[in-house]
């Protein structure tokens, strides 16, 4: 069966860097268009960034400016590379095309402590 596996998540403090990765397993991610989302316990997950066939890329206003979207064909994957994070960024993050086709993985975990 076709999914989408996240990986990369952890604890780091304010202002810290982190890059998470969502492999297709049965599934060729491709030039198809990808997204992440995130969210917390009792949130609804919402899109924070997606890369289209073309490669342009659009983030939510929260991220923008700090997390970049990025596909790696040879390796079948979607990283979002994350830098000065916040508290706000906690959350767990999964990877999705952006109309939701996949249904929705374990996803991972990004704490941001102080």
Same mark, same amino acid.
């Given at each position: 069966q076709a999914r989408l596996v996240e990986s990369?998540? #952890?604890? &780091?403090?304010?202002?810290?860097? $982190?890059?998470?990765?969502c492999t297709g397993s %049965?599934?060729?991610?491709?030039?198809?268009?990808?997204?992440?989302?995130? #969210?917390? &316990?009792?949130?609804?997950?919402? $899109?924070?960034a997606?890369?289209?066939?073309? %490669?342009?890329t659009t983030y939510d206003a929260?991220?923008?400016?700090?997390?970049t979207i990025s596909r790696d064909v040879r390796q079948n994957r979607i990283l979002l590379r994350m830098n000065n994070l916040g508290a706000s960024d906690t959350a767990i993050?999964?990877?999705?095309?952006?109309?939701r086709g996949f249904a929705w993985g374990q996803g991972t975990q990004v704490t941001v402590s102080s």
């Open positions: 990369g998540g #952890g604890q &780091v403090q304010i202002g810290g860097n $982190l890059v998470l990765s %049965g599934y060729i991610i491709g030039a198809n268009e990808m997204a992440w989302f995130r #969210g917390t &316990v009792g949130r609804q997950v919402s $899109l924070i997606r890369i289209n066939s073309a %490669g342009w929260a991220v923008e400016g700090r997390f993050y999964y990877c999705n095309t952006p109309g």
